[in-house]
Nanobody, 124 residues
Framework: QVQLVESGGGLVQAGGSLRLSCAAS????????MGWFRQAPGKEREFVAS????????LYADSVKGRFTISRDYAKNRMYLQMNSLKPEDTAVYYC?????????????????WGQGTQVTVSS
C-alpha cells in the first residue's frame, strides 16, 4: 500500500490560483500512475487529472483543461496540481490517488490508494 497525504487546499476568490501537493510514502516503487479526483457537496467523486509516473503522460478532465496542470517530482515522490483561473464550480474536496498500473482512463477503479482529501473553496 501507498500512503498519500494532500496539502495546499484553502479559500480563494474566483480567478485566483492554488497549488495542491500530494506526498507519497510506503510502497512507492509500485506506483505507475497518480491522479487527482474531486468531490463537490452532493455530487459524485469525479476525475480531475492524472500523470503516469515514468512516461509522464498526462490526462485532464475537459472541465479543467487549460486551467490546471499536473506534475510530479519523481525523486521526492510528490505530485502537484497547479490550479489557475479558479471558478466557484471548482469548489470540492480534492483527493490524491495512486495506481499500480499505467492508466490513462481516468477511472477511479484503477486507483487502489487514496488520500484523505483537502478542501478547496472558491468564492464568487
Amino acid at each position: 500500500q501507498v500512503q498519500l497525504v494532500e496539502s495546499g487546499g484553502g479559500l480563494v476568490q474566483a480567478g485566483g490560483s492554488l497549488r495542491l501537493s500530494c506526498a507519497a510514502s510506503g510502497r512507492t516503487f509500485s506506483t505507475n500512475t497518480m491522479g487527482w479526483f474531486r468531490q463537490a457537496p452532493g455530487k459524485e467523486r469525479e476525475f480531475v487529472a492524472s500523470i503516469t509516473w515514468i512516461a509522464v503522460r498526462t490526462l485532464y478532465a475537459d472541465s479543467v483543461k487549460g486551467r490546471f496542470t499536473i506534475s510530479r517530482d519523481y525523486a521526492k515522490n510528490r505530485m502537484y496540481l497547479q490550479m489557475n483561473s479558479l471558478k466557484p464550480e471548482d469548489t470540492a474536496v480534492y483527493y490524491c490517488a495512486a495506481a499500480t498500473i499505467a492508466t490513462m482512463r481516468g477511472t477511479q477503479a484503477d486507483f487502489a490508494s487514496w488520500g484523505q482529501g483537502t478542501q478547496v473553496t472558491v468564492s464568487s
